[in-house]
């Protein structure tokens, strides 16, 4: 089937490794941010979130890192498994009643 | 239902046709959102609906393009003409809360093709 990141960065990596994906978001009034994951063929997928007053998060297996001063989202995946591979879209939440903006996504792919 | 349920999953028009797809968005959900998915992109905002009311409809490409949720429930996503670069994943996501930090829901998408 068609692949929803055929033109996206790609990030390759070994099967048990941590990985680290980078956002850069570019409205400094947004106080929400979301990582998506999204598989081919299918919608976007909640998978952590952080609010502006904050400047980490932790959930299972993923943590997410926020810089407000240089407007920087990144996602940690530990222990990197096959059904991470996805392409990874960082996203705002903007605006009066929390459009939900997207980054440019990153294509994940872990080697077996 | 559990989730965002999208209609039909797959649409191919011809050239000048008019399509219509559908979103049943989460139960309750005072928040519905489309996007437009063209291939190896991100989502782009289309418009936003609280309730009934279209908020926001700045993302529409053209005026060939309408929304509507007339009950505040269901919505339907109109497009007149149909061009081939209207070709793409449409998605729909739902929220609870119009206004609170709160992560939106996304349906599985209506994959259209415009041949």
């Known amino acids: 089937g068609e692949s929803v990141g055929l033109h996206l960065p790609t990030l390759s990596v070994q099967e048990g490794d941590n990985s680290i994906i980078n956002c850069a978001y570019s409205?400094?009034?947004?106080?929400?941010f979301i990582w998506y994951k999204q598989e081919s063929g299918k919608g976007p997928q909640f998978i952590i979130d952080i609010r502006s007053n904050m400047d980490k998060r932790q959930g299972q297996r993923v943590t997410v890192l926020l810089n407000k001063t240089v407007k920087h989202l990144s996602l940690q995946i530990a222990a990197t498994q096959p059904g991470d591979s996805a392409v990874y879209f960082c996203a705002e939440n903007s605006g009066g009643y929390q459009k939900v903006t997207f980054g440019i996504g990153t294509k994940l792919q872990v080697i077996p | 239902g559990a989730g965002v349920s999208q209609s039909p999953r797959y649409k191919v028009a011809k050239r000048g046709q008019d399509v219509a797809l559908r979103c049943d968005p989460i139960s309750g959900h005072v928040s519905l959102f489309w996007y437009q998915q063209a291939l190896g992109q991100g989502p782009e905002f289309l418009t936003y609906?609280?309730?009934?009311?279209?908020?926001?409809k700045s993302g529409l490409p053209s005026d060939r393009f309408f929304a509507e949720r007339p009950e505040g429930s269901v919505s339907t996503l109109k497009i007149q003409r149909t061009q081939q670069e209207d070709s793409a994943v449409y998605l729909c996501?739902?929220?609870?809360?119009?206004?609170?930090?709160?992560?939106?829901?996304f349906g599985q998408g209506t994959r259209l093709t415009v041949v």
């Open positions: 609906f609280q309730n009934e009311a279209q908020l926001d």
């Open positions: 409205n400094s009034a947004s106080d929400y």
């Open positions: 996501a739902s929220r609870e809360i119009g206004t609170l930090n709160t992560e939106a829901f």
